[in-house]
Each structure stands twice: as C-alpha cells, then as structure tokens.
C-alpha cells in the first residue's frame, strides 16, 4: 500500500520505517568496531597505550622494504617470549626479562619486542610455527648458547628502557608511554596530558648521524623523534630532586 500511494499520504508510516532502518543498521556494526566506540570501565585506563600500541603491529611494510638482521646469542632461559604472528606468518618477540633484558640493558646484545625470528643456530626457521621453533631452541645443550638471528624494519627505532632493559622496535612519532606499556614498565602517571610532570623521564637519543643528545620528557605526550636510530629512556623526578642519568 505505501508504495503504491506513495509516503507522503502516510507520515507516521515514513517515521516507523525510518526507525527500523536505523535500528537495521546499528545491529549491522561489526562487535569489534562496538567495542571500540564504547570500551568497558576496565579498559578506560589504558585504552589510549593499547590502541598506540597496537598500531605498531598493525602498521604494514612494503615489499621492497629493507631489513636489518641482528644476530644474539643467548644461554637459558633466556629471558624472551616468543609468539605465533598469525598476519604475517612469523614468529616474534612479545616479551623481555631475565638474561635478554640484563644484556641489552648493557648494551652486550641489539633484541627488541618486535623483532622477527628467522635463524636459531644458522636454521632458517622463516617459515617456521613456534613449536618447531621452540623445540629448536630446547634442543640446544644446556651448557651451549642458543644463536639467534632477527629481523627488524631499517627504519624501525630502538627504544630501551634502562629500568629492566627491554627494548621495542619502534617507529617515528610513536608514543613513548605506549612503548612502555608494550615493554611492561610501569611508569606513573596522574593528568596524562604532560602538565604535572609525573612520569618525567631523561631521553637520550641517538642520531643517525652519530650525534646524542639528552633532555627532560614526560611519556605521556613525548614521541619518538624523527632521524633517529635509537634512544634510551632513564627514570628521572624532578620532583624528589634526582636523576639516575647524573648520579651514575
């Protein structure tokens, strides 16, 4: 009937078909992307690390691409976590502690969160799954170190925190408390928008250039800056009148 006679004859009809096509298109929204318009009371707090986080894994590569491909040796346990990269069919590093944070934070090893695994002892494991890339490494003697090759983005950052040592392959303009969180350190906050000074931390950076250069930054709001090849981030309080950079 309203086809034929036309909407205009029939306004409430036109309202209660407007309604469902609304309520038709609300219900079509994909529960992921639900989740991020409204996340839960527990997720509020460190929602904008996780989603600055995330968007490191997220970012895509060219094919041409270059790579670097650092090479460790490490005894056990050697302090990494491993995990299966489903996207990208690879193998990487999730986590740090123990020897691998101990060595980078000494600067004995180049290992970051992020890192690609392709070799364990000269065995290109490319292709690999993680089981047969664990079962590699526990193959390895106990009294032998286990060699491992990575690969990592030319243009990635590497961003150590000299508080544990874990480091994270980063990438221009990422955020220095997301990187933070990614490495498990637990830096305090309070406003979260770089007034009160907080979490201030002493970044050191180190230029492609070969230059270094140090000053005060508050994670909340500091970036990784750009022509940079790495940098490390040193506890630092104003407030409490020390600084572990000057001390040591």
Same mark, same amino acid.
């Given at each position: 009937?309203?086809?034929?006679?036309? =909407?205009?004859? =029939?306004?409430?009809?036109?309202?209660?078909?407007?309604?469902?096509?609304?309520?038709?298109?609300?219900?079509?929204?994909?529960?992921?992307?639900?989740?991020?318009?409204?996340?839960?009371?527990?997720?509020?707090?460190?929602?904008?690390?996780?989603?600055?986080?995330? %968007?490191?894994?997220?970012?895509?590569? %060219?094919?041409?691409? $270059?790579y670097r491909f650092p090479a460790i040796s490490l005894s056990?346990?050697?302090?990494?976590?491993?995990?299966?990269?489903?996207?990208?069919? %690879?193998?990487?590093?999730?986590?740090?502690?123990?020897?691998?944070?101990?060595?980078?934070?000494?600067?004995?090893?180049?290992?970051?969160?992020g890192d690609v695994v392709v070799k364990v002892n000269s065995?290109?494991?490319?292709?690999?799954?993680?089981?047969?890339?664990?079962?590699?490494?526990?193959?390895?003697?106990?009294?032998? $170190?286990?060699?491992? #090759?990575?690969?990592?983005?030319?243009?990635?950052?590497?961003?150590?925190?000299?508080?544990t040592g874990a480091c994270v392959a980063a990438e221009e303009?990422?955020?220095?408390?997301?990187?933070? =969180?990614?490495?498990?350190?637990?830096?305090?906050? %309070?406003?979260? !928008?770089?007034?009160?000074? #907080?979490?201030?931390?002493?970044?050191? #950076?180190?230029?492609?250039?070969?230059?270094?250069?140090?000053?005060?930054?508050?994670?909340?709001?500091?970036?990784?800056?750009?022509?940079?090849?790495?940098?490390?981030?040193?506890?630092? !309080?104003?407030?409490?009148?020390?600084?572990?950079?000057?001390?040591?």
């Amino acid at each position: 009937i309203v086809m034929r006679m036309g =909407f205009a004859q =029939f306004p409430l009809m036109r309202i209660m078909l407007s309604n469902i096509t609304l309520t038709l298109v609300l219900l079509l929204i994909p529960s992921k992307s639900c989740a991020w318009m409204a996340p839960s009371r527990h997720q509020h707090a460190s929602f904008r690390l996780w989603n600055a986080a995330n %968007s490191m894994q997220e970012t895509t590569s %060219s094919p041409n691409e $270059t790579y670097r491909f650092p090479a460790i040796s490490l005894s056990k346990p050697m302090g990494l976590v491993l995990e299966q990269d489903d996207d990208e069919g %690879s193998v990487k590093i999730v986590k740090m502690s123990g020897a691998a944070a101990k060595a980078c934070q000494g600067g004995m090893i180049d290992v970051c969160i992020g890192d690609v695994v392709v070799k364990v002892n000269s065995q290109d494991v490319t292709t690999w799954p993680l089981e047969d890339i664990m079962d590699a490494i526990l193959a390895v003697d106990e009294d032998k $170190t286990v060699d491992l #090759t990575l690969k990592r983005h030319a243009s990635s950052v590497a961003v150590k925190f000299m508080e544990t040592g874990a480091c994270v392959a980063a990438e221009e303009g990422m955020s220095i408390g997301a990187l933070g =969180f990614m490495a498990g350190i637990d830096i305090p906050y %309070s406003c979260r !928008n770089g007034g009160c000074g #907080t979490c201030q931390h002493v970044m050191v #950076t180190h230029g492609k250039d070969g230059t270094t250069r140090e000053q005060l930054v508050r994670p909340c709001v500091a970036k990784v800056p750009k022509g940079i090849r790495s940098l490390s981030i040193i506890p630092c !309080n104003e407030y409490e009148g020390s600084c572990l950079l000057h001390e040591s």
